[in-house]
């Protein structure tokens, strides 16, 4: 046993090593197409309509995939690998049997509800309707498209094939700004999903064919199985996973959410709002990014710890990440914090944001660090809950910033505003993360 510990430490110490700088490259690629858009096109009230919408099919994304079917299929697909490889080839089909059939429809059918609610508060800041309407569809396709890529990723980090989608993030990212650039002169705001959805798609068509190779399991059978959908073989895998998965879609509409009403409030304080505040949080993406680039690791790790119910393996994997997080992230947020204005003008201040808008930025940025490191090891801990199955402490633990995060936006913004939304964030992940760290150890 002591062996076999000491082969699966070597081996999640090896695969963090390679696959943190790829990730790394992949998410400051991401980074840089909102820097592009920063200086390209400002915070304008176009901007505003832009953000909101890409932060509904954010949403929608996290809420079908991500967040949600990602995390239930990898720890699943774990656990019917290790009966051999058959059987996860039924666990794969009887999931995909479900997910390719109801998730488009689920997409569609939020992004209708969003937009008729959002008419009511959020107009379509001078856009043509048409134009308007275009934007949401090519945002509704670009969320549907990404969910089934999350799922194919689910699939190769299961297998620790962790290298080729990292690497596709990284070369997306080259595409999406490239397609911005030659296609904003022509079709102005709308070359923005445009260029998304031409990168999810580059990244999706690539993965499918490698998931094929991996599961020994020819294309056009992932695509026949939705018609044997009740075969008894695979039905169980399919059950279990809609059952986790609407579970995992409580946490994730309750936490995505947040962004979306944080938005919606944001947008009461008038224009360029709702732009400041997602250019705030892009920035608070970098220090996420440094940790989040090995939760698929680690998640993959852990499901397969769990598999084996090794529990005190698993308490010890999970321990040593969090002392790493804490010894390498505080450093590095109070240096972030010192130089936050500094490197606010340095992305944001070779285009059309002002001074004052820079500055105000740089003033959201400063209150969201202030709640980032219990939120880093929040993130970690959620990791170890989903690997072991225990997904209604999630759902509980986001339950709670739902409830909690519009009163004390309502509260906060009474006295500070715009930096009021951001004081509500940063506040609530102390006790979030109180109540995910208590129950991962109790239940241990």
């Not at 009230?45 to 996290?62: H, P, Q, R, V």
């Not at 397609?179 to 070359?191: A, E, G, N, Q, R």
């Not at 959620?382 to 004390?408: D, E, K, M, S, Y």
Request: hydrophobic share 50%.
């Amino acid at each position: 046993m002591p062996n076999n510990d000491s082969q699966s430490q070597t081996s999640l110490l090896k695969n963090v090593l390679l696959i943190t700088p790829l990730s790394l490259i992949g998410r400051v690629g991401t980074f840089l197409i909102f820097v592009a858009l920063a200086n390209w096109f400002g915070d304008t009230a176009e901007m505003d309509f832009i953000y909101y919408y890409l932060g509904i099919a954010t949403f929608l994304i996290e809420l079908l995939s991500s967040a949600s079917a990602y995390s239930v299929l990898v720890p699943l697909l774990a656990e019917a690998r290790a009966k051999g490889e058959t059987e996860a080839q039924r666990c794969v089909q009887s999931v995909l049997s479900y997910y390719i059939r109801l998730m488009p429809w689920f997409c569609c059918l939020l992004v209708a509800i969003s937009w008729g609610i959002s008419q009511l508060f959020f107009p379509s800041a001078g856009l043509t309707n048409s134009a308007a309407i275009r934007i949401v569809c090519g945002f509704l396709i670009f969320a549907v498209i990404s969910s089934f890529r999350w799922m194919l990723k689910a699939i190769l980090d299961t297998y620790q094939a962790f290298h080729l989608p990292v690497i596709l993030q990284s070369l997306r990212a080259v595409l999406v700004i490239g397609t911005i650039f030659l296609c904003k002169p022509y079709i102005s705001w709308f070359s923005i999903p445009l260029a998304l959805i031409i990168g999810e798609l580059f990244q999706t068509i690539i993965l499918f064919q490698r998931c094929s190779v991996v599961l020994k399991l020819p294309l056009c059978d992932f695509f026949i199985v939705t018609q044997i959908h009740s075969d008894t073989a695979g039905f169980p895998y399919g059950k279990q996973f809609l059952r986790q998965c609407f579970l995992m879609m409580g946490a994730a509409t309750s936490d995505g959410l947040n962004p979306v009403v944080d938005r919606g409030m944001g947008s009461s304080l008038g224009t360029s709002s709702v732009s400041k505040l997602d250019y705030a949080l892009r920035l608070c993406a970098i220090p996420e990014t440094l940790t989040s680039v090995a939760l698929p690791v680690l998640l993959s790790h852990w499901a397969k710890i769990s598999s084996s119910d090794n529990r005190e393996q698993l308490q010890q994997s999970v321990w040593k990440g969090v002392i790493v997080v804490i010894v390498l992230m505080v450093p590095f947020l109070i240096g972030f914090y010192i130089f936050r204005t500094d490197i606010v003008a340095l992305l944001y201040g070779h285009g059309r944001l002002s001074v004052e808008a820079q500055s105000h930025i740089a003033s959201l940025l400063g209150v969201y660090l202030i709640g980032m490191l219990p939120r880093l090891i929040s993130r970690l801990l959620i990791r170890a809950h989903l690997a072991r199955q225990t997904h209604l402490t999630v759902v509980t633990a986001t339950l709670i910033r739902l409830v909690l995060n519009p009163f004390l936006n309502w509260i906060f913004m009474q006295y500070w505003g715009l930096e009021g939304i951001a004081w509500s964030t940063a506040l609530l992940s102390y006790p979030i993360l109180a109540y995910i760290a208590i129950e991962f150890w109790r239940k241990n």
